[in-house]
């Protein structure tokens, strides 16, 4: 059983950053590509970014250039790394190896909050 942890999550001014975190147990990570994805009230999980086993990222162009994934297979852990927050940017962030469209391959954990307001 994939249990997934998200943290880092918090309150911030527009143009303030945060750094997401993303623990595992029960599954080594190092091997799956990981995705940060987001879901704000009333709206549909949205897709943010995502890295593959080799360290190649990818993002959503509504965060390219302001966020950063990476991933430290020693500690099993993937990262989002979050600049010039937006009020847009608000939402509760999770992290899931994507399946198909914005599915993840295990349950989802609890998510982080992050709140963009001034």
């Known amino acids: 059983q994939v249990q997934l942890v998200e943290s880092g999550g918090g309150l911030v001014q527009p143009g303030g950053s945060l750094r997401l975190s993303c623990a595992a147990s029960?599954?080594?990570?190092?091997?799956?590509?990981m995705g940060w994805y987001r879901q704000s009230p009333g709206k549909q999980r949205e897709w943010v970014a995502s890295?593959?086993?080799?360290?190649?990222?990818n993002y959503a162009d509504s965060v390219k250039g302001r966020f950063t994934i990476s991933r430290d297979n020693a500690k099993n852990t993937v990262s989002l790394q979050m600049n010039s927050l937006k009020p847009e940017d608000t939402a509760l962030y999770y992290c899931?190896?994507?399946?198909?469209?914005?599915?993840?391959?295990?349950?989802w954990g609890q998510g982080t909050q992050v709140t963009v307001s001034s």
């Open positions: 029960g599954r080594v990570l190092s091997t799956y590509v």
């Open positions: 890295i593959t086993a080799n360290g190649r990222p």
């Open positions: 899931n190896a994507p399946a198909t469209g914005t599915s993840g391959l295990w349950n």
